[in-house]
């Protein structure tokens, strides 16, 4: 007998051999036996992902670097490599440049020397060429600076890997070219630490915080005008100077003065001056008697406080504006319940830096230092780095705290949702205000919501809830607010449970989250592979996918850029024997033609007029790269020692780079018509039909090692690339009788498949 089967919906995406025969499990009617280098779409396809095309080889290849987002605007955002004690940027697939030098000359030899005018670079210095008459081979182009004669403005080129350009084969130089190195900024943080740096943003502010660094501010305040510094955890606002204390009458008195400076926003008060005490006053008890208090105008201060001694504290007596400041006691009674800010400096010292940092409810917070890993520090309300507190407390006082557990836990994540969230290494604790509107530090309130922990990599926070890595086991937990609890309570579950295979016996060492186009949190494995979720919580979508290319995935980040968001990964790679870090970009999976996509690795495009020879392909040197020309994939070559590559046929529009290969397997068939849902017999596959939507050039068959081509060129002009493919298909399997039943697709070649539907006529065995 026969049987047609019919699967309308790949969104559980690839799911763990341990429950191939859990035909009870609704996502396992929508689940796949491999789902590699294929993203799993919300809606229910699965589509080929897009590939990674080169922005830059990171400064050291020999160090690891991370890369971490800086996102301002819809329309400034830039990828930050963090590496040996540097900062570089990266933004719209190209490194951020510091202003050009001209260059007035280079030589032809076996190693060829430049000419420049201005400053001299120092040796080592990266510096990109572009614009050069004759020696065009040099354009578009990093090189590294080599002995350089400052007094002939002369240095000597050579490649990122420290080798001598030879030039002599190259056109003559004639004229015009620059060069510009990259904009870079020194950071205290060695390679060995970057991983664990955690951050948090404010506008222009990038907070960044390590339990063995103090803490750390990256500021823009240009293009090319960055800093990176370490905050003071004091009030911005001066304070102003002793005041002087002069009574209207003589006597034997002392009375004791310190005055505070308001800022001009109203939301930070200055630590207080230094005592002013005058003991020669008269008793301001006596009817007539006063003093009047003065002090000098403190910068920036738009009023002040003034506090007098009472009982061993200052307390309250009055106010005074800048400009001529002064204040007259009359026998004015100090409110104790306001006295001057005190100084706080937690974070001042090895052991106390902290490891955890966000921003919550108007204060910027901190957690998790060496010497106290389950305190948690608040800034005064309104302020980012206010630590001061009051005598007795205010509400808009810093906060601090220490969680009480059954067991030590350090803090490692602090995440702003309608409440505010930790992730400890032990348990997961939700803080929020008791008989109050607001978090002070009277109402503070915390409360574990579960007890699994999460590990050093950053979570992803979506759609209302957080994404995290788990502490032990390598899985991922989504946390989010109970939709039945009206006391909001969260919960804990694990989105991998589905897919366990993915994770068991590998850690996670990075995170990034693309909302657009397609919801997905991606997380590099301790084995270079990248796992991807497409996460649609709403809809109860969940698919994992994996990911693999030559090489290894080390680090991600994500920033908006147009209408997606584009993802940054830093790749070690071998190329021409030789190990190396590539900062690159994964491309916008957006076509009009064939000749738009974009399906290869560490790539490159070549868009102009008609060419034969490709060149400007230095970092694939030794490589073979796979071709996608004007549409057309044309055979897979070796780039040669010139960086180039020729054409079998000229094309004005050409992607070039490693390439990936793409594999989708659906589970082993089960059908209620059968007995035991068909677990107990075997199968052969006769026919697929396969409906695809803009796809081009795909193999299918009953396994991956049985694959034939899906013949879809029936009136095409066979000298013409092929059309984008939006059609069902039925193909022929080559006969196999097996138990699992299955249909394997992939695809190898640089081109687009989205695969909507599968459906598949099986005879049935005994």
């Known amino acids: 007998m026969s049987v047609k089967t019919l699967t309308r919906s790949f969104a559980a995406g690839e799911i763990t051999p341990e429950l191939y025969s859990r035909v009870d499990l609704i996502k396992n009617q929508t689940g796949l036996r491999t789902c590699r280098n294929f993203e799993v779409l919300p809606h229910g396809p699965v589509q080929n992902r897009a590939g990674f095309e080169y922005v830059n080889e990171t400064k050291d290849s020999t160090k690891k670097s991370v890369l971490i987002p800086f996102i301002f605007s819809s329309t400034q955002n830039y990828a930050?490599?963090?590496?040996?004690?540097?900062?570089r940027i990266h933004t719209l697939g190209a490194t951020l440049l510091n202003a050009s030098q001209a260059i007035t000359g280079i030589t032809r030899a076996a190693v060829g020397v430049l000419t420049y005018t201005g400053a001299d670079p120092a040796n080592g210095t990266w510096m990109y060429l572009s614009g050069i008459g004759g020696m065009t081979q040099l354009n578009g182009r990093f090189v590294k600076v080599a002995n350089v004669n400052a007094g002939a403005n002369t240095y000597?080129?050579?490649?990122?890997?420290?080798?001598?350009?030879?030039?002599?084969s190259y056109g003559a130089y004639t004229a015009g070219g620059t060069m510009a190195s990259p904009f870079e900024i020194v950071t205290p943080y060695a390679h060995t630490d970057v991983a664990d740096i955690h951050f948090t943003q404010s506008a222009d502010v990038l907070t960044l915080v390590h339990p063995t660094y103090p803490v750390q501010e990256v500021k823009r305040f240009g293009a090319l005008s960055w800093t990176i510094t370490a905050p003071t955890f004091a009030p911005t606002q001066a304070a102003p100077t002793a005041p002087a204390v002069t009574p209207n009458g003589a006597g034997g008195v002392s009375y004791s003065y310190v005055i505070t400076?308001?800022?001009?926003?109203?939301?930070?008060?200055?630590?207080?001056?230094?005592?002013?005490?005058?003991?020669?006053?008269?008793?301001?008890?006596?009817?007539?008697?006063?003093n009047t208090v003065t002090w000098a105008d403190a910068a920036a201060a738009v009023r002040y406080n003034v506090y007098k001694l009472s009982s061993g504290l200052y307390g309250y007596v009055g106010q005074a504006l800048s400009g001529a400041p002064g204040f007259r006691d009359g026998n004015i009674t100090p409110d104790m319940s306001r006295t001057p800010p005190e100084n706080d400096t937690p974070f001042d010292s090895a052991g106390n830096y902290p490891g955890a940092v966000g921003y919550f409810s108007g204060r910027r917070w901190f957690g998790g230092t060496n010497n106290k890993q389950q305190n948690l520090w608040a800034t005064r309300s309104g302020t980012e780095s206010n630590m001061s507190y009051s005598i007795p407390t205010r509400d808009d006082d810093s906060i601090r705290v220490r969680l009480t557990s059954r067991q030590a836990s350090r803090i490692r994540h602090i995440i702003p949702l309608p409440e505010l969230i930790l992730l400890t290494s032990g348990a997961e604790w939700k803080i929020t205000a008791l008989n109050s509107d607001a978090i002070t530090p009277t109402s503070i309130s915390y409360r574990p919501a579960d007890y699994i922990g999460a590990s050093n990599v950053s979570p992803l926070v979506t759609s209302g809830a957080v994404l995290y890595a788990q502490d032990r086991g390598g899985r991922v937990r989504e946390m989010k607010a109970s939709e039945t609890d009206v006391n909001g309570t969260y919960r804990t579950a694990d989105l991998s449970i589905l897919a366990p295979h993915l994770f068991d016996d590998y850690t996670l060492v990075g995170s990034a989250w693309t909302r657009a186009r397609v919801p997905i949190g991606w997380w590099p494995r301790s084995d270079g592979v990248m796992?991807?979720?497409?996460?649609?919580?709403?809809?109860?979508?969940?698919?994992?996918?994996?990911?693999?290319?030559?090489?290894?995935?080390?680090?991600?980040?994500?920033?908006?850029e147009g209408a997606e968001d584009a993802l940054y990964a830093v790749i070690k790679r071998s190329i021409n024997g030789r190990d190396v870090r590539y900062i690159e970009r994964k491309h916008a999976r957006t076509f009009t033609t064939l000749a738009d996509c974009f399906f290869v690795d560490a790539g490159l495009t070549?868009?102009?007029?008609?060419?034969?020879?490709?060149?400007?392909?230095?970092?694939?040197?030794?490589?073979?790269?796979?071709?996608l020309a004007d549409g057309a994939v044309q055979p897979q070559q070796v780039v040669t020692a010139a960086g180039a590559i020729t054409l079998e046929q000229s094309a004005s529009k050409v992607h070039i780079g490693l390439p990936y290969?793409?594999?989708?397997?659906?589970?082993?068939?089960?059908?209620e018509a059968l007995p035991a849902a068909g677990q107990t017999v075997m199968k052969n596959v006769n026919n697929a039909f396969i409906r695809v939507y803009r796809s081009s050039g795909v193999m299918i068959g009953p396994s991956l090692d049985k694959l034939v081509e899906l013949k879809q060129r029936t009136t095409e002009n066979y000298s013409a690339p092929p059309a984008l493919i939006t059609d069902e298909f039925k193909l022929g399997l080559t006969p196999t009788w097996q138990r699992d039943g299955s249909i394997a697709v992939r695809q190898s070649n640089p081109l687009p498949v989205t695969i909507l539907s599968m459906a598949a006529e099986v005879a049935i065995g005994g």
Request: with cysteine; charged share 15%; proline share 4%.
């Open 80 to 87: 930050l490599e963090f590496g040996d004690f540097y900062m």
């Open 531 to 560: 796992l991807g979720v497409t996460y649609v919580p709403e809809h109860q979508v969940a698919g994992w996918h994996h990911h693999d290319t030559d090489g290894t995935f080390e680090s991600v980040a994500s920033t908006p």
């Open 156 to 168: 000597e080129l050579t490649d990122l890997a420290g080798n001598n350009i030879n030039t002599t």
């Open 661 to 671: 290969t793409c594999d989708f397997e659906t589970l082993p068939l089960s059908t």
């Open 606 to 627: 070549y868009n102009s007029t008609p060419a034969t020879t490709i060149s400007g392909l230095w970092h694939l040197v030794g490589e073979t790269v796979s071709i």
């Open 261 to 290: 400076a308001l800022a001009a926003d109203g939301l930070e008060e200055s630590l207080a001056s230094t005592v002013g005490t005058n003991a020669a006053c008269q008793d301001l008890t006596v009817a007539g008697a006063f």
